[in-house]
């Protein structure tokens, strides 16, 4: 089992709608949990961050932690085609001092 | 403001071969990484670092090596390049181990292949 896993893609929505993100984690030890997006070809960037359980939201961005259930979810409101990239959803373990990666859903919004 | 810098950008190698990949981060980050991204993959951690002089295994350390003489630079050296070595590599920088300050800052990435 991978350590973190990612909803399997692609993920296709229609421009304006809301695209789900999911992602389950097995190492208890996590404490924070981040989601980059990454553009193809480019190199990955942040765009979310959380360590308590709950919602954050960011603008059109909401991440959603459930440390019970070990998942994280990231949601985007009113998709827009720049929003299409692959999405790499992370979990980092402090006393280790790293993160490990899933291996992303590619999300495609379609005008 | 460089953040995290690679070089070389792309580079081909013959079986065999070594060489270095350069990184370098100006944001006086402690915690630095070296990920490979194979195609349609997610990252995985080939060596770490928690500060000057310390260094530690990933999930795929095989056939690399690294060092961290300083605070700014984290080289990772490939040796007796095979086919398998193809990749991305990416380069991050991370401020700290807790919390949000844990956000990793990635160079450029460099495209290996190995012919």
């Known amino acids: 089992q991978k350590e973190v896993e990612q909803n399997s893609g692609p993920l296709s929505v229609p421009e304006g709608a809301i695209a789900s993100l999911n992602c389950t984690y097995s190492?208890?030890?996590?404490?924070?949990f981040f989601w980059y997006r990454q553009y193809s070809g480019k190199s990955p960037e942040l765009i979310m961050f959380i360590y308590s359980n709950g919602d954050k939201e960011d603008g059109r961005f909401t991440a959603q932690l459930n440390k019970a259930s070990q998942y994280v979810s990231l949601l985007i409101r009113d998709s827009q085609p720049s929003d299409s990239a692959t999405y790499l959803c992370?979990?980092?373990?402090?006393?280790?001092?790293?993160?490990?990666f899933g291996d992303g859903t590619t999300l495609t919004v379609k005008p | 403001n460089a953040g995290v810098t690679q070089t070389p950008k792309f580079r081909i190698l013959k079986i065999g071969q070594s060489m270095t990949l350069q990184c370098a981060q100006d944001?006086?980050?402690?915690?630095m990484y070296w990920y490979r991204q194979d195609p349609g993959m997610g990252l995985k951690l080939i060596y770490y670092s928690v500060g000057a002089g310390i260094t530690d295994k990933g999930e795929v350390p095989n056939g690399y090596n690294v060092s961290r003489s300083t605070t700014e630079d984290f080289p990772l050296r490939l040796e007796l390049a095979a086919p398998s070595q193809t990749s991305v590599y990416f380069c991050?920088?991370?401020?700290?181990?807790?919390?949000?300050?844990?956000?990793?800052?990635f160079g450029q990435g460099t495209r290996l292949t190995v012919v």
């Open positions: 190492d208890q030890g996590s404490q924070s």
């Open positions: 944001m006086n980050h402690n915690y």
């Open positions: 992370a979990s980092y373990n402090t006393n280790a001092g790293k993160s490990t």
């Open positions: 991050a920088s991370s401020y700290s181990r807790g919390g949000a300050r844990t956000e990793a800052f």
